[in-house]
């Protein structure tokens, strides 16, 4: 089954890396496999001298240097001040345009979170900046089976970026595949530089088993795609 004919190619790479109870186990074990013969990564190099550059010391640069995966959480909720901050990684400019950028302006990426505190699954609007309620959320406990991260505590808020592939590859076919992707990383690492700038913690979530996830968002009769997750919390 595809997700749409635009890009059967794209459709059937997306199908194929879909994770569920059943092929799981099999991505966990070689996860695992990875990790015991994990190297150093090669560095690239090139023959000459290198060109030494000035390393900036500014406010963004600060806040991006406090970026990092942090898997341990503290039972605390987010503030509503901390929710405007999280949620203001995708924005839409007051006037118009968006702080993220979009491949012919198609925005594929619709961001949604499970607010385990508050026991609701939220969409965000970046119009008008505000949360819907799509309805009631499952606990963290129910939750963590199909997220594939080992973590310590119970995150406050798990973020899910929902990709239409339609909307990009109606007009670049299969190349806009690869535009979805692009784009979902921007989501991810505006997100995370909001993490960073609030003190909080977070870590991406890359193995979200789709169906549940479609489910509980209530997509599952649309062409939705589940394509990152990303835990925060205190």
Not at 86 to 112: D, M, Q, T
Not at 144 to 170: H, I, K
Request: charge should be neutral; aromatic fraction near 10%.
């Amino acid at each position: 089954m595809t997700m749409n004919d635009d890009a059967p190619l794209f459709s059937l790479f997306w199908e194929n890396s879909k994770l569920n109870a059943r092929t799981a186990p099999g991505f966990a074990e070689r996860l695992d496999e990875d990790a015991r013969a994990a190297t150093q990564v090669a560095q690239l190099f090139h023959p000459g001298a290198d060109r030494a550059l000035r390393r900036p010391d500014d406010p963004l640069a600060r806040v991006m240097a406090q970026r990092e995966s942090r898997r341990a959480f503290r039972p605390a909720p987010l503030s509503e001040a901390q929710l405007g901050s999280l949620f203001y990684a995708f924005a839409h400019k007051p006037g118009a345009g968006r702080l993220l950028p979009s491949a012919g302006a198609k925005y594929p990426i619709e961001v949604f979170a499970l607010l385990f505190d508050e026991r609701a699954i939220v969409y965000y609007n970046g119009d008008t900046h505000a949360l819907s309620v799509v309805g009631p959320a499952p606990s963290w406990d129910e939750v963590a089976p199909s997220v594939g991260l080992t973590l310590e505590g119970a995150p406050s808020a798990l973020f899910v970026f929902v990709a239409f592939p339609g909307r990009v590859t109606g007009r670049y076919g299969e190349r806009g595949g690869r535009f979805l992707l692009i784009e979902c990383g921007q989501h991810a690492q505006s997100l995370a530089l909001r993490v960073a700038h609030e003190n909080l913690a977070g870590v991406e979530a890359g193995g979200l088993h789709d169906e549940p996830f479609k489910r509980w968002l209530r997509l599952d009769r649309t062409d939705a795609a589940i394509a990152l997750g990303y835990a925060v919390g205190t």
